[in-house]
């Protein structure tokens, strides 16, 4: 037999945005960061809301209330830090700006945009490109082999698939940029780019 590896790769525009949000709220007391953080909250899932994100589409990923301490005395309570973190799938991109932009206004300046991940909601049809491409590359190889060793390529007798869709995270230094932006009045800019669907193919043809 004649075991050889395949490679195909197909480029697709990414039609879905995993955004990461949160509020982050410092105050005297518990149920001060507590009561400015639900208010900011309230209003960063009803802004998104209101640009068709569906409820579906919201998770809460953590929240945590800790106590600030003062640097000079030991174990001495200055404060209370609060944070809710909420992801929020966009699966029409092309709001993916003005989502931001919504939500950073509505909550204020607790708000921070903590990531933004790029993926494929229903990769397919790239997949099955991929395949037939990973295929190709092998059965070349495979033929390529049988030549230099003057025998016969016969039919496959195994196949084995792997793939990979990676996520495109925005870099941290982006996300920045966009703070920066919308500091000027200006709208989020939201590059969406490529992302790169890979299928590898192990496959054992016969010999005749």
């Not at 000027?184 to 054992?204: F, H």
């Amino acid at each position: 037999s004649i075991h050889v590896s395949g490679t195909g790769k197909v480029s697709v525009a990414p039609d879905k945005a995993d955004l990461t949000l949160s509020v982050e709220v410092q105050a005297k007391t518990a149920e001060a960061a507590r009561t400015q953080a639900a208010n900011s909250m309230d209003a960063l899932i009803k802004a998104v809301k209101n640009e068709g994100v569906e409820d579906k589409d919201i998770q809460t990923r953590s929240v945590s209330l800790y106590p600030n301490y003062s640097p000079d005395t030991a174990n001495k309570i200055i404060g209370y830090q609060l944070s809710n973190q909420v992801a929020v799938c966009i699966r029409n991109i092309n709001k993916a700006s003005d989502i931001i932009d919504s939500a950073v206004k509505a909550g204020g300046n607790w708000t921070r945009v903590q990531g933004i991940n790029f993926g494929i909601d229903n990769p397919k049809v790239a997949l099955g490109n991929a395949r037939e491409k990973a295929y190709a590359d092998a059965k070349t190889k495979a033929e390529q082999y049988a030549k230099l060793a003057s025998v016969t390529l016969g039919s496959p007798l195994h196949i084995n698939e792997g793939s990979d869709i990676p996520a495109a995270p925005m870099p941290y230094g982006e996300v920045r940029m966009m703070k920066a932006a919308m500091a000027d009045g200006a709208s989020t800019p939201v590059q969406v780019g490529e992302q790169e669907v890979t299928v590898t193919v192990d496959v054992m043809f016969g010999i005749e």
